[in-house]
């Protein structure tokens, strides 16, 4: 009985052992050849019937967004290829949402990876969403460019940390925020759009569809963190605190609020984009709190002690 007991030990520590390995083995990412050439083909077949007109036939974005390049990639880096599938899965065709069987989706996944120069491989990409989770979307899927040497170029600082709020975050913010009440979806051409609050129905320009002013200040938002890290003044003379690790925790939290925008913004959905702003919303709080919301504006960038 000794004997069976231990046996039956070593057998679920084996077996224990093997799962570990197995699911170590099965984390990769899409630079390992996750899809075979042949259902990239498929795909594409779906994709130029269901898929071109809002994406464009190159994938290129039209009324839909780009779905190759940075503009795709870059908010998508490091997650999880089965993120893809379900947006896909539960929201796409626009004009016919849910319709799209698993197998086509994840065709239409192994097309656009190919699309992105993601190299094919020799099994074809599942439906399953264990297996899918597994696989994590890259963003650089290119060989790391090489440096070019010459002088570092640097730029004087011009407006205060005040003056850098008004003209980038509060109106990128709004931007974001109107989407609550009034959906980029719903018509084709807005009024001129404007950095103030006093009304949505003139948020949206006529140059760039409503959904590319919608990512522009996703974006805007996104590529703060360099802007108010740099030593720059507060509106009361005082120093930008950039040193402060709580400072530098704030600026992250609204880089991270801005990207979570842009991905919302992608899926050309009112709902994502509504819920992402409770997001920037509390990111901007957070720094508010130490560094704003205080008695005077004289108190301003000095956090409490």
């Not at 197998?103 to 264990?130: C, H, R, T, Y």
Request: glycine share 8%.
């Amino acid at each position: 009985m000794k004997f069976t007991a231990a046996v039956c030990v070593g057998v679920v520590a084996l077996g224990v052992s093997a799962s570990v390995s197995l699911r170590a083995q099965q984390a990769r990412s899409v630079n390992e050849g996750v899809f075979t050439t042949a259902q990239a083909t498929r795909g594409k077949s779906t994709f130029d019937m269901r898929c071109a007109l809002c994406h464009g036939e190159r994938l290129e974005g039209a009324a839909g967004p780009p779905l190759v390049g940075d503009a795709f990639l870059s908010p998508r880096n490091n997650q999880p290829v089965s993120e893809l599938f379900d947006k896909i899965h539960a929201t796409m065709p626009a004009d016919a949402p849910g319709t799209l069987e698993p197998p086509q989706v994840a065709d239409l996944v192994a097309f656009i990876l190919q699309a992105n120069k993601f190299p094919a491989g020799s099994a074809e990409l599942g439906a399953a969403a264990p297996a899918l989770s597994q696989i994590t979307l890259v963003a650089v899927n290119a060989s790391p460019a090489v440096a070019i040497g010459g002088p570092t170029l640097s730029f004087p600082i011009t407006g205060t940390v005040n003056q850098v709020m008004r003209g980038i975050l509060f109106p990128s913010s709004n931007v974001l925020f109107d989407v609550q009440t009034q959906d980029p979806g719903a018509g084709s051409k807005g009024g001129t759009a404007r950095g103030d609050a006093t009304t949505t129905s003139t948020r949206y320009g006529n140059v760039y569809s409503p959904w590319q002013v919608v990512d522009a200040a996703a974006i805007s938002i996104a590529e703060i963190g360099p802007v108010l890290m740099q030593p720059r003044r507060c509106e009361n003379g005082k120093p930008a605190p950039v040193d402060r690790a709580d400072w530098k925790q704030y600026v992250q939290g609204v880089v991270e609020a801005g990207r979570a925008a842009y991905r919302a913004s992608q899926m050309r959905s009112q709902d994502a984009v509504s819920e992402a702003t409770n997001t920037i919303s509390d990111a901007c709080a957070n720094c508010h709190r130490v560094y704003r919301d205080v008695p005077s504006a004289a108190m301003r960038c000095t956090p409490a002690q």
